[in-house]
């Protein structure tokens, strides 16, 4: 059974920064493109980051670049999202996906697996 878990969610103030984590089982995790995606309150999930299989190329949303980072440590089978000079319209709630592409992709119909989620909220 295939498993994707967020952590590292929480309250920080503006400026701030978070780490998010997402451990899988389940699959073979070297094997998989993993994304980042987002949903605020009454809109769409959109896509944070991505990240190819072998970690070699990533991708980010405009709004991100800069301040966010994607990796992942594939002996681990666990991808990061390291969020700086967070902002309070970054609030929202933040679900790690994996896309059998093995590429890059910002398309979430690509995915194949979805966690959970992990709230981030961002105080002014």
């Known amino acids: 059974q295939v498993q994707l878990v967020e952590s590292g969610g929480g309250l920080v103030q503006a400026g701030g920064s978070l780490r998010l984590s997402c451990a899988t089982s389940?699959?073979?995790?070297?094997?998989?493109?993993m994304g980042w995606f987002c949903q605020a309150p009454g809109k769409e999930r959109e896509f944070v980051a991505g990240?190819?299989?072998?970690?070699?190329?990533?991708e980010y949303a405009d709004y991100t670049k800069g301040r966010f980072t994607i990796s992942r440590d594939n002996a681990k089978n666990t991808v990061y999202l390291q969020m700086n000079s967070l902002e309070p319209e970054d609030t929202a709630v933040y679900y790690c996906?994996?896309?059998?592409?093995?590429?890059?992709?910002?398309?979430?119909?690509?995915?194949?697996?979805w966690g959970q989620g992990t709230q981030v909220t961002v105080s002014s």
């Open positions: 990240i190819s299989r072998s970690g070699s190329s990533a």
């Open positions: 389940g699959l073979t995790f070297s094997s998989y493109a």
């Open positions: 996906a994996a896309a059998t592409t093995g590429w890059v992709t910002s398309r979430a119909l690509a995915y194949n697996y």
